[in-house]
């Protein structure tokens, strides 16, 4: 082979004092593998100067070349030279393949090496885990271990306390997330617990370690529109065997919704072309799926084995374009996907291809495929993988979203004018006591103790913020009460109770818990301080009923916001509180969340907006209804008009409080506005109070409820979509919402009296048929 590539100068070749040997053998090898001629002479090229650098570093025979040696070679060429840092590693696999290279040196066995070693054996031998499970478990505790300096002293794990635990973690906190950092956590709780059994540890670390809390259905799935990705699969440049491979990979992904560790799976006998069938060995579930050969899909992949697919022996469909020639991994269905979309010129902001089989499950939800289609498509196992998808259903959740309500005929302030009067000039009560500012800076004895267990806290992504306030204060009061004190014990936590007797009993047990599991923590590193006991705490007390709004009942609420008096740094105020109602009415969103609205969350072409990292860090999608969608773009026309700030981080129920961008209503303030319109309008509730802002989202999931039963909708099958809307993970957290109110009793009741009212009434009279006739003759007497 040597002789054919270089026939004047095969011998210069050939006489090398190292490599001359075997490179006509490696020729060959390199031109089985794929590689072009001029490839190959490139190579050929680059081994004259390696074998001269083998040489230089006291190299004679080819016996004597070692793993460490082609090391050496690599990292002498890799920034220079990067084409025959490249031939090193071919020659390298090349002898590795034959055999011819030595056993590299032993690395240096050290205390930690030693130790990760034995706790893999464990892991493999005991728990059974995969290698690839085992290799990440090592490589983190070996980030755990160097800080302790566990090579240098024995006693590294003997003295190991909570704070180099806490520490490790605050440290890996600055470069993970939260789920990241939640395999962390798992890892050393497993590396502790077993150092607990052998009596290394002789504390239960293990149980002390707190773990970053991550919820369900935080991320809505990231899809594209269907005909984004029509666009990008026709974007792809099939006139050459590269652009076909990918088309082929990435029209199957579109349309199975397959994984790419599935793609780069698949192999020539999956096809069953007789069949009609394609057979998807699943990786992640360890299950086959057999899904039908659809004419499009065939027709793709037939073009491609034809003119695209490479001649080897390997059965993997997809084989790599370049050499060397073989089967793909994994990320290379992710490299090809990024090149495509930077090629297409799309706006896709998505990363990865797995977007791909999100948009093909939003897709077939969107044409009225049932969930359990789209699962059983998406081999999933679980109903709950598959209901992930509802929540970008946009036109399905778009029935749960309620109308404007009408004005109907009727006055709007019943009373006398005073009370209109009132809705325009109403006294800023919630506004009246400035708020206590928190101090940043600690005082008391447990100040250095406050700081890291916050600092701990918000490492775990933890918010911490009202928790961070109840410290604060009860450093304060330590401070203030006790300033020479060193301990913290029972007297200190009784009178610091004293001071919330003006709070509610649920508020006053929140805090109190607050304040114990800031004391469980120092019994972590302190066995004998003391932890205030839950008994004596506030009993928790039921919530308060709420009051369920008419749909009249809110028309007038809405129609009074126009006596809202503007004032110079809100000049659309009555427009703005206009909004704000009807969105907390129609869409049954949290206060919270409609404050932390901008102008860039609405979706003026779907009319939808984006709730982001609410309660639980979840995310998710409200359609508005037609009517509500314009109120809204009229509200925006408005501001626009106004002058006022529309960038799509302005918030959108503004005031200009805030500077020249302003910023969004307070919680109280929207309050107190909002129990001034209802006390004008004498809406009140059994208290004679005004009702909480949240009660409007109770009305709205009755409201909804009623209105499903009153058109005959299946309540039941309806559920799941109101869960979704309200940004619930199940239905049990809905059914907090839906109280049996009096009509709600009514209309289930005629419901089943229409359903199986016939069905009783038919039974009771064919039993009195059946009854015998001198029965029916005794009871007549």
């Known amino acids: 082979m040597l002789s054919d590539i270089r026939p004047r100068a095969h011998q210069r070749y050939a006489g090398l004092p190292i490599l001359g040997s075997i490179l006509d053998e490696f020729a060959t090898w390199s031109c089985s593998r794929g590689y072009a001629l001029g490839t190959v002479r490139n190579q050929l090229k680059a081994a004259r100067q390696i074998d001269g650098f083998f040489c230089q570093q006291g190299v004679q025979r080819l016996k004597d070349l070692t793993l460490c040696v082609f090391e050496t070679a690599w990292r002498h060429y890799c920034h220079n030279r990067p084409n025959i840092a490249a031939t090193v590693r071919k020659i390298e696999s090349f002898l590795e393949e034959l055999g011819h290279l030595g056993p590299a040196a032993l690395p240096q066995t050290t205390p930690t090496l030693l130790e990760l070693d034995r706790y893999a054996s464990y892991l493999r031998s005991v728990r059974g885990l995969a290698e690839t499970t085992i290799r990440a478990h090592t490589r983190c505790l070996q980030k ?12 590294a794990l003997a003295d190991l306390t909570s704070k180099h635990i806490e520490g490790f973690l605050c440290t890996c906190s600055r470069r993970l997330n939260r789920y990241s950092l939640q395999h962390v956590v798992a890892h050393l709780r497993a590396f502790l ?3 607990y059994q052998r009596g290394v540890v002789r504390t239960p670390l293990h149980e002390t370690i707190d773990t970053p809390r991550v919820y369900r259905l935080e991320q809505l799935p990231r899809c594209l529109p269907w005909e984004t990705v029509k666009a990008l699969l026709e974007s792809i440049d099939r006139t050459n065997a590269h652009g076909m491979r990918d088309y082929a990979m990435l029209f199957l992904a579109a349309a199975y919704g397959l994984r790419t560790c599935d793609i780069v799976s698949l192999t020539l006998d999956d096809i069953d072309w007789r069949g009609g069938s394609i057979r998807i060995p699943q990786r992640k579930t360890g299950r086959s799926l057999l899904l039908p050969l ?3 899909v065939g027709d793709v992949l037939i073009e491609y084995l034809k003119r695209g697919r490479p001649d080897h022996p390997c059965r993997n469909l997809f084989l790599r374009v370049r050499a060397p020639s073989g089967p793909l991994k994994p990320t290379a269905v992710t490299e090809v996907f990024q090149r495509r979309v930077l090629l297409s010129g799309l706006n896709i902001p998505c990363q990865g291809p797995h977007c791909l089989r999100h948009s093909y499950a939003v897709h077939l939800l969107r044409q009225g495929t049932s969930t359990k289609a789209i699962g059983d498509l998406l081999g999933h196992r679980s109903a709950e993988s598959t209901c992930v998808y509802l929540r970008l259903a946009i036109e399905d959740l778009r029935d749960v979203a309620l109308p404007v309500p009408e004005l109907r005929n009727g006055d709007l302030f019943p009373k006398t004018d005073a009370a209109k009067r009132s809705a325009s000039t109403e006294k800023r009560k919630g506004c009246s006591r400035p708020h ?7 005082r008391s004895s447990l100040a250095g103790e406050i700081q890291e267990y916050l600092r701990l806290k918000h490492a775990l992504g933890r918010n911490y913020a009202i928790e961070g306030r109840t410290l604060h204060g009860l450093d304060a009061f330590l401070a203030e009460q006790y300033p020479q004190a060193q301990a913290f014990e029972a007297e200190m936590f009784n009178q610091w109770r004293t001071t919330l007797q003006h709070l509610a009993p649920t508020v006053r047990r929140r805090r109190m818990q607050i304040v114990r599991n800031f004391c469980l923590y120092r019994r972590r590193s302190k066995p004998r301080e003391f932890v205030p006991d839950p008994l004596t705490f ?17 028309a007038r609420i809405i129609s009074a916001t126009q006596y809202l008096q503007p004032v110079p740094r809100c000049p659309l105020r009555s427009r703005t509180m206009h909004l704000a109602i009807t969105l907390l009415y129609t869409t049954g969103l949290r206060r919270g969340e409609l404050l932390r609205l901008a102008l860039g969350d609405f979706n003026a072409a779907e009319a939808t907006l984006r709730i982001q990292a609410t309660k639980f860090h979840k995310s998710r999608l409200v359609p508005l209804s037609s009517s509500v969608a314009r109120e809204l773009t009229a509200y925006l026309a408005l501001r626009r008009r106004t002058r006022l700030p529309m960038e799509t981080n302005s918030p959108l129920i503004w005031n200009g409080y805030g500077g020249p961008e302003g910023k969004a209503y307070s919680g109280s303030r929207l309050a107190s506005t909002w129990r001034a319109l209802c006390r004008s309008l004498g809406i009140l509730n059994r208290q004679a109070k005004p009702p909480r802002v949240h009660d409007l989202r109770h009305s709205f999931a009755v409201n909804v409820l009623r209105r499903w039963y009153q058109s005959g909708e299946d309540v039941q099958a309806k559920l799941p979509q109101l869960s979704t809307y309200m940004g619930h993970v199940s239905i049990v957290s809905t059914h907090y919402y839906l109280p049996f109110v009096e009509d709600l009793r009514s209309e289930a009741s005629n419901r089943f009296h229409q359903t199986f009212g016939n069905v009783i009434r038919t039974s009771t009279a064919d039993s009195e048929q059946n009854e015998p006739e001198g029965t029916k003759r005794g009871q007549a007497q």
Do not use: M, V, W
Request: charged share 20%; glycine share 4%.
């Open 538 to 554: 506030p009993a928790p007390h039921q919530p308060c009923a709420p009051y369920l709004f008419s749909e009249s009942e809110i």
């Open 144 to 155: 755990f271990l160097d800080p302790i300096e566990y090579g240098n002293t024995g006693r």
């Open 193 to 195: 617990r077993y150092q």
């Open 436 to 442: 206590a500012k928190t101090s940043t800076s600690l």
């Open 294 to 296: 659809t004419e499009s």
